[in-house]
């Protein structure tokens, strides 16, 4: 079994947390956020929310490693921000660092690493 795919997974939940939201937050997290009609105000405090909740999601793909559901849960949460930024920040869909690559190739190995991980057995 390779861990590599869920480790990768789990870092990219981790980076995005910690980078373009705890440590900014990042102009574009602001302005996706404000676009759905945030106050600047309400935009940050929902950057910082969701940058603590995407570290605590990557630690519990980590820590729950024997686990297969929180690699479907990603996989899902992949579809639906991608699905977000359609719908509410386009503009970005053709930037040099977009959420369409991200996004769905963090879906894709998230499936990869729900498939590489046996299901659990009771014992």
Same mark, same amino acid.
């Given at each position: ?43 940050? %405090? +929902? *950057? #910082? ?5 995407? &570290? /605590?999601?990557?630690?519990? !793909? ?12 990603? %996989? +899902? *949460? #992949? ?5 977000? &930024? /359609?719908?509410?920040?386009? !503009? ?13 190739? +963090? ?17």
């Amino acid at each position: 079994m390779s861990t590599g795919p869920r480790v990768t997974v789990a870092f990219v939940w981790i980076y995005h947390g910690v980078f373009p939201k705890l440590l900014g937050p990042h102009p574009d997290e602001l302005a996706m956020n404000m676009a759905t009609g945030m106050s600047h105000e309400q935009a940050h %405090a +929902v *950057a #910082m929310l969701g940058g603590i909740g995407e &570290v /605590i999601f990557g630690l519990g !793909v980590l820590i729950l490693w024997r686990q297969r559901w929180p690699l479907v849960l990603s %996989a +899902v *949460a #992949m579809a639906v921000l991608l699905a977000f &930024v /359609i719908g509410y920040y386009p !503009v970005v869909l053709t930037a040099a660092f977009n959420p369409v690559t991200t996004n769905i190739g +963090v879906l894709a190995l998230s499936l990869v690493a729900y498939s590489l991980r046996p299901q659990s057995t009771l014992r």
